[in-house]
């Protein structure tokens, strides 16, 4: 992965490491979160040169961080879903598996952090509420999305967060009201 100067084209930082395939980046202020086919979920900062590696159960294919950053949503390919602590604690918080019937493509939480988005390769999009409990956040589903008649592999929400876009593979924008 690099990180680019985009006023003059320079490779200011290489990020390396990976021993298969990144596949998403979730920024939240000056740190960088990436997942990738190795079962790793990596922290980057873009101050200093370290990183941040935890060990995980699967293959993780997406990440977001919760605005807030006290959590880290993860996707993988198993269609399984989890929150991990932030910062540094890694622990489990929250784990609902099924979310989709194969790989959550991607994720991205609502602009008021009680919505969270997922796409998957089983041709839908789902949008859950996270509630807060006294054992930690958890997630219920509110709604899914079947429209794409593909996989679904981009997930966002408008900056109101009351319209969720999709992007398909079948080659379909789709724009649903959440509200």
Same mark, same amino acid.
């Given at each position: 992965m690099r990180?680019?100067?985009?006023?003059?084209?320079?490779? #200011?930082r290489i990020y390396q490491g990976y021993s298969a395939g990144l596949w998403s980046v979730a920024r939240h202020g000056e740190t960088l979160y990436t997942a990738a086919n190795d079962a790793t979920v990596r922290r980057w900062s873009l101050a200093t040169p370290g990183?941040?590696?935890w060990d995980l159960p699967g293959e993780p294919s997406s990440v977001a961080v919760h605005p807030a950053g006290d959590f880290v949503s993860v996707g993988f390919a198993n269609g399984t #879903?989890? #929150?991990y602590?932030?910062? %540094?604690?890694?622990? #489990?918080?929250?784990?609902?598996?099924?979310?989709h019937e194969v790989d959550v493509q991607r994720l991205a939480f609502g602009p008021d952090a %009680?919505?969270?988005?997922?796409a998957g390769f089983d041709n839908t999009a789902?949008?859950?509420?996270?509630?807060?409990?006294?054992?930690?956040p958890?997630?219920?589903l509110v709604r899914t999305f079947?429209?794409?008649?593909?996989?679904?592999?981009?997930?966002?929400?408008?900056p109101d967060g009351h319209t969720l876009a999709t992007v398909g593979y079948d080659g379909q924008v789709g724009l649903f009201d959440v509200m």
């Open positions: 990180l680019w100067d985009l006023e003059t084209g320079v490779t #200011l990183q941040w590696v #879903l989890r #929150l602590a932030l910062p %540094n604690t890694g622990g #489990l918080l929250a784990e609902v598996e099924d979310v %009680n919505l969270l988005a997922s789902k949008l859950w509420q996270i509630e807060r409990t006294p054992a930690g958890a997630l219920t079947e429209s794409h008649r593909r996989a679904v592999h981009a997930v966002t929400f408008s």
